[in-house]
């Protein structure tokens, strides 16, 4: 199990998907080294983002290692049904319940004290539109580090796409401590340039 350690299905929808055999049908790469990690939305432990779909995650080689360049560096793929509106309210709204429920999901496991968890927040601005986006955003989400139990700060930036044929809306989010400026990003940007609607 990574340790994101999300158990987001319940037990009869893990019946019907098993996020290591499902197979996407659009093309998201998988960088050497990197994993993956699958599951259904909405999701259990933030139940109030009101999408339906699939989460479909890439974690980099040095996610949860504290002294890597890689550290808390990863990109998860919404894949949506239908059209799905949003706009800077939205998406602070929706990574503030979904960085808030995975916190307190692992707060046990990482034996973090209740009164060491504080309010995530998070702030986000509508910016020029990256190739072939509908839109982009960017912004931040400060929340608690549960691995280290400190605070941290991700950067973030989000991308909206539709793929009209399969009548799905994609949302994309990079995501890293580390300035838009680190090497790191380069490895996130590319997944999402690489990205098409179908598999082939």
């Given at each position: 199990m ?5 158990s ?7 019946v ?7 197979e ?19 999701i ?12 479909d995650?890439r ?9 890597s360049?890689e ?5 998860f ?12 309210k939205?998406i ?7 960085y ?10 990482y ?7 504080t309010?995530v ?28 139990q ?7 930036i989000v991308?909206?796409?539709l ?13 890293s ?24």
């Amino acid at each position: 199990m990574l340790t994101l350690c999300i158990s987001s299905l319940s037990s009869n929808a893990q019946v019907e998907f098993d996020g290591h055999k499902w197979e996407a049908p659009y093309h998201f790469s998988i960088p050497n080294n990197w994993t993956v990690e699958r599951f259904l939305i909405p999701i259990s432990f933030a139940p109030q983002i009101s999408y339906k779909g699939v989460e479909d995650i890439r974690f980099s080689p040095g996610w949860a290692k504290v002294k890597s360049d890689e550290y808390w560096t990863y990109a998860f793929l919404w894949y949506l049904d239908g059209t799905a509106k949003t706009d800077t309210k939205i998406i602070a709204g929706n990574l503030k319940a979904y960085y808030t429920g995975l916190i307190a999901a692992n707060a046990d496991s990482y034996k973090v004290p209740a009164g060491m968890i504080t309010p995530v927040i998070t702030a986000f601005k509508k910016v020029p539109n990256d190739t072939g986006d509908l839109e982009t955003y960017n912004g931040t989400i400060e929340m608690l580090d549960y691995m280290q139990q400190k605070p941290i700060t991700l950067n973030c930036i989000v991308h909206l796409r539709l793929c009209p044929e399969e009548k799905k809306t994609i949302m994309f989010y990079e995501l890293s401590p580390k300035p838009l400026t680190h090497k790191v990003w380069s490895d996130l940007n590319q997944l999402w340039t690489d990205f098409k609607c179908k598999k082939n």
